[in-house]
C-alpha cells in the first residue's frame, strides 16, 4: 500500500470540505429560493 504523505491528506479533506461548502450553499440557495416563491402566494383572502 502507498504511504499516505500529510500533504496528500490534507489536501483530501480540504477537497472534501470545499465540496461540502458547495453542497450546503447550495441547499441554502434552494431554501432560500423555496422561500421567495412561498411569498410570491397570496397568504390567503384579502
Same mark, same amino acid.
Given at each position: 500500500?502507498? /504511504?499516505?504523505?500529510?500533504? %496528500?491528506?490534507?489536501?483530501?479533506?480540504?477537497?472534501?470540505?470545499? =465540496?461540502?461548502? /458547495?453542497?450546503?450553499?447550495?441547499?441554502?440557495?434552494? /431554501?432560500?429560493?423555496?422561500?421567495?416563491?412561498?411569498?410570491? %402566494?397570496? %397568504? =390567503?383572502? %384579502?
Amino acid at each position: 500500500m502507498p /504511504k499516505l504523505s500529510p500533504g %496528500k491528506i490534507i489536501s483530501t479533506i480540504r477537497t472534501l470540505y470545499s =465540496g461540502l461548502v /458547495k453542497l450546503i450553499g447550495r441547499i441554502d440557495a434552494a /431554501k432560500a429560493m423555496m422561500e421567495i416563491m412561498n411569498e410570491d %402566494k397570496p %397568504k =390567503g383572502p %384579502k
